[in-house]
């Protein structure tokens, strides 16, 4: 591209304005989304912006235990555990620019364990074990800008579907620069469950030992992402 018209015999880079795009021919959605990118940190040509932006955690946690001998041939005990972790990990870039993987973004993870045993002796040589244990784990992750609706449109995106979690800016990549928007896979909503019981009958006999039991499993996941 360049100024001077197809009746020039001497062009020059300077004279002609040579590889210059023409005004008119730059997409303003392109050039709005451009002007997201934040100024270089360094004077490299490439690899040239680098950020540590402050996360937040807040975690609590407990654990709970009983034990309890109702006679000399009989134990029982329970535990339950929680955990509940939020986070946010904010993009490279911050605000709607973001440029963060799916772990960045704000975060729930609520955890819980609950356990029960059961030892019951027959006879000294006789004993039989009993545990049932329940684990669920409920993850959400949301883009940094997830809650900000309207802004897809903001820049010339339709067609973009806003509710609570899916606002900010979609995942946009721009060959040779970073990702601008949220990560494809957010928001997310993750659920699983697992129920186990195992059950273990010893028996002692003279010099020996033998065990015989089950062990039995339901395990659930659900997951909720776009696609």
Do not use: M
């Amino acid at each position: 591209f360049g100024t001077c018209g197809p009746g020039t015999k001497n062009f020059s880079l300077s004279a002609c304005n040579l590889n210059q795009l023409p005004a008119g021919r730059l997409d303003p959605v392109g050039l709005k989304l451009l002007s997201l990118y934040p100024a270089p940190t360094t004077n490299s040509l490439t690899t040239n912006y680098a950020s540590s932006p402050n996360l937040y955690e807040h975690k609590n946690s407990f654990d709970v235990r009983a034990d309890i001998d109702p006679d000399t041939k009989d134990q029982v005990f329970g535990r339950f555990s929680y955990v509940d972790d939020p986070q946010y990990i904010p993009g490279p870039f911050g605000g709607i620019a973001d440029g963060g993987g799916f772990q960045d973004g704000v975060q729930t993870a609520l955890s819980t364990q609950s356990v029960v045993g059961y030892t019951h002796i027959f006879t000294p040589e006789t004993i039989n074990v009993l545990h049932v244990g329940l684990n669920h784990l409920h993850t959400t992750r949301d883009g940094p800008a997830g809650s900000q609706n309207g802004v897809p449109a903001q820049y010339g995106i339709q067609g973009i579907p806003q509710f609570p979690g899916n606002g900010g800016l979609p995942t946009i990549t721009i060959g040779g620069l970073s990702t601008l928007g949220s990560n494809s896979f957010l928001p997310s909503d993750e659920i699983s469950q697992t129920l186990e019981v195992t059950d273990d009958l010893t028996k002692v006999w003279k010099s020996h030992s033998f065990k015989a039991g089950f062990e039995g499993q339901d395990v659930k996941v659900s997951v909720l992402q776009p696609g």
